[in-house]
């Protein structure tokens, strides 16, 4: 059997049938939802604080308990989120009997910044991701689980993270979502040679920590057409709470965040890698992602032992933010799945 035929055994689209819409935040009423019943909701549940990561680098974390939970889900999120992202699905989550941890990478929003500037992404290490998050489960979301499974949602830059997480150590986990994980990254225009010939450059030539060319610090300039969801809503609502906190500026990245993220992701998908995750795996690929490479994911799926890649048609790179169509019926896949496997 060829490697088309054997992706194409774990891949199947997403049903769009949605059971019960009305327990979803729809987007035609989505700011004021969120104000006035999500919001309230969470933060009566909210503990945050913070941890040394690697090289004692303060990072921000939010814990949300819930009594008698079925099992804790643990956020890993995207490059330049921040935790306010996910307050909606940390909803979902808790409205299904799940305790809900997040925590804000380094040089992420109220974790300590390390670019040239107080908005730029870098990271000294990939590996530093990892270890990071390593640290949050073993100090904050563990003691705090009350001796119950670990369950995993990784998106993007945090797909990565958390992908390159369970080859690492197999036995936190009992089942993971991967979000349009980076597992390869789109360099658009530049080709990935020249991407990285310029990075690798820069590197050598002691500007390392520069902004990649392209790449510049953060601007408050609202420009929905060039965003990674369809759903203006979701979008606005997160813009409006961005633009009024200093501490959530995110900028671009610096040429060594480049290469150390092509190193791991290059890392990752190799087949010795890729087939210690040996856990359940549902990994959502969409159809009009610009930040990550599909090839990359089909092969990773290819080799982990229990991965389900599902195409979620219509959607930019979040799908788990994108208008009701889709967002709903992924929010159900996302829910069904954990429902099946929290417990194993």
């Given at each position: 059997?060829?490697?088309?035929?054997?992706?194409?055994?774990?891949?199947?689209?997403?049903?769009?049938?949605?059971q019960?819409?009305?327990?979803?935040?729809?987007?035609n009423?989505?700011k004021?939802?969120?104000?006035?019943?999500?919001?309230?909701?969470?933060?009566?549940?909210?503990?945050?604080?913070?941890?040394?990561?690697?090289?004692?680098?303060?990072?921000?974390?939010?814990k949300?308990?819930?009594?008698?939970?079925?099992?804790?889900?643990?956020?890993?999120?995207?490059?330049?989120?921040?935790?306010?992202?996910?307050?909606?699905?940390?909803?979902?989550?808790?409205?299904?009997?799940?305790?809900?941890?997040?925590?804000?990478?380094?040089?992420?929003?109220?974790?300590?910044?390390?670019?040239?500037?107080?908005?730029?992404?870098?990271v000294?290490?990939?590996?530093?991701?990892?270890?990071?998050?390593?640290?949050?489960?073993?100090?904050?979301?563990?003691?705090?689980?009350n001796?119950?499974?670990?369950?995993?949602?990784?998106?993007?830059?945090?797909?990565?993270?958390?992908?390159?997480?369970?080859?690492?150590?197999?036995?936190?986990?009992?089942?993971?979502?991967?979000?349009?994980?980076?597992?390869?990254?789109?360099?658009?225009?530049?080709?990935?040679?020249?991407?990285?010939?310029?990075?690798?450059?820069?590197?050598?030539?002691?500007?390392?920590?520069?902004?990649?060319?392209?790449?510049?610090?953060?601007?408050?300039?609202?420009?929905?057409?060039s965003?990674?969801?369809?759903?203006?809503?979701?979008?606005?609502?997160?813009?409006?709470?961005?633009?009024?906190?200093?501490?959530?500026?995110?900028?671009?990245?610096?040429?060594?965040?480049?290469?150390?993220?092509?190193?791991?992701?290059?890392?990752?998908?190799?087949?010795?890698?890729?087939?210690?995750?040996?856990?359940?795996?549902?990994?959502?690929?969409?159809?009009?992602?610009?930040?990550?490479?599909?090839?990359?994911?089909?092969?990773?799926?290819?080799?982990a032992?229990?991965?389900?890649?599902?195409?979620?048609?219509?959607?930019?790179?979040?799908?788990?933010?994108?208008?009701?169509?889709?967002?709903?019926?992924?929010?159900?896949?996302?829910?069904?799945?954990?429902e099946?496997?929290?417990?194993?």
């Open positions: 059997m060829n490697k088309d035929n054997l992706v194409s055994k774990k891949n199947s689209e997403l049903n769009f049938d949605i019960d819409i009305k327990k979803y935040i729809s987007q009423n989505y004021e939802e969120m104000l006035n019943k999500v919001e309230p909701y969470l933060h009566k549940k909210l503990k945050c604080g913070y941890i040394l990561g690697e090289k004692k680098l303060k990072l921000y974390y939010e949300f308990i819930v009594k008698n939970a079925k099992a804790n889900i643990v956020i890993c999120h995207g490059l330049g989120e921040v935790t306010e992202k996910y307050y909606e699905l940390i909803y979902y989550f808790m409205k299904e009997q799940y305790s809900v941890f997040i925590v804000e990478h380094r040089g992420h929003g109220r974790s300590q910044r390390i670019g040239i500037d107080s908005s730029q992404i870098n000294e290490k990939f590996d530093y991701y990892v270890e990071d998050f390593r640290k949050f489960i073993d100090e904050i979301v563990i003691p705090c689980g001796n119950k499974n670990l369950l995993l949602f990784a998106h993007s830059m945090g797909g990565g993270i958390g992908t390159v997480f369970l080859e690492k150590y197999n036995n936190y986990f009992k089942a993971a979502i991967l979000s349009s994980p980076m597992h390869g990254i789109n360099t658009g225009k530049f080709p990935p040679s020249l991407a990285y010939i310029i990075s690798i450059g820069m590197k050598i030539f002691g500007a390392g920590k520069r902004y990649l060319p392209g790449q510049v610090p953060y601007v408050e300039k609202e420009s929905f057409s965003t990674a969801t369809n759903c203006k809503e979701r979008y606005s609502y997160l813009y409006d709470k961005i633009k009024n906190n200093n501490a959530y500026h995110s900028g671009g990245t610096s040429a060594s965040w480049y290469l150390e993220s092509l190193k791991a992701t290059k890392s990752l998908i190799k087949k010795e890698n890729s087939e210690r995750v040996t856990i359940p795996v549902l990994l959502f690929q969409t159809e009009y992602d610009t930040y990550v490479l599909p090839e990359a994911q089909n092969n990773f799926a290819l080799h032992k229990n991965c389900e890649l599902i195409n979620v048609k219509g959607s930019k790179h979040e799908s788990y933010f994108e208008r009701d169509e889709i967002v709903f019926a992924v929010f159900e896949k996302v829910l069904s799945f954990y099946d496997h929290y417990k194993k």
